[in-house]
Each structure stands twice: as C-alpha cells, then as structure tokens.
C-alpha cells in the first residue's frame, strides 16, 4: 500500500521568511496530494491540493510543486506571519474510487514575531 | 453552513469498557470516513462508507471496532473493550463523491478518546 514520508518533523522560522516541507510517496498510481493544516485541538483543513497532471499551484503565500518521477511534492509559504504556526500534514490518494487519503507523520511549523 | 460535527469530544473510558462515537457529516455528502490520530501523528484511515454501505474497513485495528451509518447520514464508531492502545483521537470526514471528480474531504472536530 501507499507510504508517505514527510520532512522535518519540525521547523522554526522567523516571521517573514520562507517555509518548505517535503513529502514523498511510494505507490506510483497516486494522483492527488492535498495539504493540511491542524491548528492545536483543532480539526485538519485543507490549504492547498494538487493532482498529478501539473507540476506547480499557487494561492497566494502557499505554493505546491510535485514531482512524479521523483515521487515527491513539497509545500512552499512565503512571507511567514505567526498565524501560520500549526502542524502540516501531507497526503496522497488516487482520484478514482473513494480517495482514501494516506497521512504524512507531520511537521511543526513555528513562526517567530 | 454547518460543518461535519462530532460527539463527544472528549471521552475518558475505563479500560473494558464499551463506547460509541458520533459524526454527523455535512448534509448531502456521500461520502464518509473514519481517521485515527496517535499523539504526535498523522491522522490514519479506519473506514469508509457510501451511503449506507460500508465499502472498505481495512484499516479497523481489531474486531473490537465497529462502525455503522444505517441510513446513510450519521455515522456511529463503536469500541468495545476498550485498551489503553485505543487512546487516540478519532476523526472523521466527509465528501460529496463526484464521479471522476477530486473530492475534498471535510474534517469534523474529532473526539479525543482516554483509556485509563
């Protein structure tokens, strides 16, 4: 079954710098990787997704790129502000059938005034 | 408009005891799945259903975990006996399932299960 990896587990910054989190992914059909963010206590929402027929998606500071022969995909925000500390979680499915969704393991992301 | 809620969201059980968690996902959505999250993790699927039928529970830890959503809206994950290795939170989700389409799914809040 799918196995997805996710780098580092924590990450500090300070406020207006840039923060990359990187994933990786073992099965080869997967198509569609969202990200999550989870504010402590709070539930998972999704921030930003892609799907495996673009290699790059932009909303605003957020950005995801995903490389399929490598079997990668990183998260890119610029100009980190506080409000953006919370966990990211990676993931991946397939779009055909019910889209289970396979977790990273996390990252910390702390953003400092 | 009102998002996927859960009940309750905190529940302390004593190791062999019998509990039942609800969700009640966004009206209309089809699609619905159950998460486990450890301390410190990523959220992990249990099962997952379509309307009323339960299409897939590979990822129920043991046959102590049930799950049901007899009429296709809210759904019920029932742990019986619960051990210590259940403490978790448990999330669900749920989707609109549009065919061919990349379904986003709605987190609920989820409820943080203690087993002393």
């Known amino acids: 079954g799918e196995n997805v990896e996710q780098h580092p587990s924590t990450l500090s910054v300070q406020e207006g710098d840039s923060a990359v989190i990187k994933c990786t992914y073992s099965?080869?059909?997967?198509?569609?990787f969202p990200w999550y963010k989870q504010e402590l206590g709070k539930r998972p929402q999704l921030i930003i997704d892609i799907r495996s027929n673009v290699g790059e998606k932009k909303d605003q500071r957020i950005a995801v790129t995903l490389n399929k022969t490598a079997k990668h995909f990183s998260l890119h925000i610029t100009e980190t502000q506080p409000e953006d500390s919370a966990v990211y979680f990676c993931?991946?499915?397939?779009?055909?059938?019910?889209?289970?969704?396979?977790f990273g393991t996390g990252t910390r992301l702390l953003v400092s005034p | 408009g009102a998002g996927v809620s859960q009940s309750p969201r905190y529940k302390v059980a004593k190791r062999g005891q019998d509990v039942a968690l609800r969700c009640d996902p966004i009206s209309g959505h089809v699609s619905l799945f159950w998460y486990q999250q450890a301390l410190g993790q990523g959220p992990e699927f249990l099962t997952y259903f379509q309307n009323e039928a339960q299409l897939d529970k590979s990822g129920l830890p043991s046959d102590r975990f049930f799950a049901e959503r007899p009429e296709g809206s809210v759904s019920t994950l029932k742990i019986q006996r619960t051990q210590q290795e259940d403490s978790a939170v448990y999330l669900c989700a749920s989707s609109l399932r549009l065919a061919g389409a990349v379904d986003e799914q709605y987190f609920g809040p989820g409820t943080r299960l203690t087993v002393t």
């Open positions: 099965d080869s059909a997967s198509n569609y």
């Open positions: 993931a991946a499915s397939k779009v055909t059938g019910f889209q289970k969704l396979v």
